[in-house]
């Protein structure tokens, strides 16, 4: 969580708890002497607001160590009075696109270099970032067009989560499907944008940086969805980014972690990308493959007299069904 993000949530739980106490509901605002009753009363509220297993943790965590600083033992003293307070554990991940939807997208990206219309233009290349490179709403928003390299095409995401403490920018490169696509944005960008705007999508009303506002990205991201006929949303397209890399191949999860901006491999396995339960089962066979291969190589080899030669006249098996789509 950034600073910010710490900062918002701390202002409206000050404003819930004051709420709470001009209600008579709680003893005190302070939070020095806010009680374990007082806590429970608090964390029942939120949990009434139908909260996510995810929120409601965030919500818990902040709400500790802020009373920890304040030396108020109250928060931890409630949950174990009350330990159906405490937030559930096993978080659910959430599923990507099916093979279908990102096949209809991937099929329709070779037409859309050939739309007139800017509005629907902008929208597919906003669509074509999500799902290419698996950026966030905000890191989709900040980017400059300078970040983006068309010699070489690859993105480079500078504005990241947690970009003032602990995030890093990322280069990330486009995949070749959707480079036409941006190709044909940034000519039409150039006749529909304001001269001296930074930013890769711009507002159409303000020059310079002009950065659109996250709720105008995911509106203008509506129409491209809209014409595909696609129910989703950035994060789905950003789970999705993921997934297809690792079922198509790639060498690792930690290249696939390293992509996303995460540091670590247990984020992207437990929220977004996994091996899928068929691929290892492929991945199952093609070891007994190569295991029976290896066996009747040196029964052959042994029979003739000769030593096992290993390496020799080998292909590597590829994984059947799924191929890279990317």
Request: hydrophobic share 30%.
């Amino acid at each position: 969580m950034t600073h910010k993000g710490v900062a918002r949530r701390l202002r409206r739980m000050g404003l819930d708890i004051r709420s709470e106490f001009e209600r008579k509901k709680i003893s005190t605002t302070s939070p020095r002497t806010m009680t374990p009753d007082d806590v429970r009363v608090h964390l029942v509220y939120r949990r009434s607001l139908g909260q996510t297993p995810s929120e409601y943790s965030h919500e818990l965590t902040c709400m500790t160590s802020f009373f920890d600083f304040c030396e108020n033992t109250a928060v931890r003293a409630c949950l174990r009075k009350y330990p159906g307070l405490r937030p559930a554990r096993g978080l659910v991940r959430h599923q990507p696109l099916d093979d279908e939807d990102v096949s209809t997208i991937l099929d329709r990206m070779s037409s859309v270099p050939q739309i007139e219309d800017y509005r629907l233009l902008r929208s597919y290349a906003m669509l074509a970032v999500f799902l290419g490179c698996g950026c966030r709403t905000k890191e989709l928003r900040l980017i400059d067009l300078r970040d983006l390299d068309t010699d070489e095409w690859v993105l480079e995401i500078v504005h990241v989560k947690g970009e003032a403490s602990y995030g890093s920018s990322r280069s990330v490169p486009v995949p070749p499907v959707f480079r036409p696509v941006l190709s044909a944005y940034l000519k039409a960008r150039s006749d529909n944008c304001p001269e001296g705007s930074i930013a890769l999508f711009p507002s159409v009303h303000h020059s310079f940086e002009g950065h659109l506002s996250a709720n105008t990205i995911r509106k203008t991201l509506g129409f491209a969805l809209d014409d595909l006929g696609i129910d989703t949303d950035p994060r789905t397209l950003r789970r999705t980014f993921g997934q297809q890399y690792l079922d198509s191949g790639i060498d690792s999860i930690e290249s696939v972690s390293v992509l996303m901006g995460h540091s670590s491999t247990s984020t992207t396995e437990r929220y977004y990308a996994r091996r899928r339960n068929e691929k290892a089962i492929e991945a199952a066979r093609r070891t007994w493959a190569d295991e029976e291969d290896s066996s009747n190589t040196s029964s052959t080899d042994h029979a003739e007299g000769n030593e096992p030669v290993y390496g020799k006249n080998c292909e590597k098996v590829r994984t059947p069904g799924f191929e890279p789509e990317f």
